[in-house]
């Protein structure tokens, strides 16, 4: 009789984290594993918009900050 309460706990656990990671996928897993989609409607959307105009507080567009300037002399 215990052996049968732990298989069905067992199955339950095994059931609910399924559940779970089917619920997720299209959700979270997918977005990051194939971003060309969000991408591509990102562009479309954003495609008359120019980002100094809504910048607020005439801050400058973001730039990496880790970029090197290159030397002059080159």
């Not at 009789?1 to 559940?19: D, I, K, Q, T």
């Given at each position: ?27 979270a897993i997918s977005?990051?594993?194939d971003p060309s ?38």
């Open positions: 009789m215990a052996y049968y309460r732990r298989w069905r706990y067992a199955a339950f656990l095994g059931g609910f984290v399924g559940l779970l990671g089917l619920t997720l996928y299209p959700i977005p990051m594993i989609e969000y991408k591509k409607i990102q562009k479309e959307t954003r495609k008359n918009i120019r980002q100094e105009d809504i910048q607020p507080g005439n801050m400058k567009v973001w730039s990496d900050p880790f970029d090197r300037k290159k030397p002059q002399n080159e």
